[in-house]
């Protein structure tokens, strides 16, 4: 016996944020709160945790948020020894959360792909001296 059911709220569209950026709520109030506080670019970026995986997220203020990482006021990276291992600036937020996305897809599926992005990055860093 299988019943069937309804919902009355099935006018209303539900997004899944990483399924959908562009037009997300979420994404759509990024969108105003950057263009209000001109925001100019976008980051993404990865850390290490003791004895956790990658943190991958992103942020239009790299420096900050990393500060909040290291306080301890990050949920997910508090207690945990957080340390900058890559980041990159992308110029709009929907491009910087299809990459984020594409990384922590990447990341679940083939961590060793992770792990070589991340000493290509330092290997950079290393030449700039």
Do not use: C
């Not at 990276?77 to 984020?100: C, D, G, H, I, W």
């Amino acid at each position: 016996f299988k019943q069937k059911f309804t919902n009355k709220r099935s006018s209303k569209k539900s997004y899944n944020y990483f399924d959908d950026e562009i037009n997300s709520p979420k994404a759509k109030m990024w969108q105003a709160s950057d263009k209000k506080n001109k925001v100019e670019a976008v980051y993404v970026y990865i850390i290490s945790r003791q004895n956790a995986p990658y943190y991958i997220g992103h942020t239009a203020d790299l420096r900050s948020r990393m500060m909040e990482h290291r306080d301890g006021l990050v949920k997910s990276t508090k207690n945990t020894n957080p340390r900058l291992l890559y980041f990159e600036k992308f110029s709009e937020r929907k491009v910087a959360t299809k990459y984020e996305k594409d990384l922590k897809l990447l990341n679940s599926k083939n961590p060793r792909a992770i792990r070589k992005i991340i000493l290509e990055f330092q290997n950079h860093i290393d030449e700039l001296g």
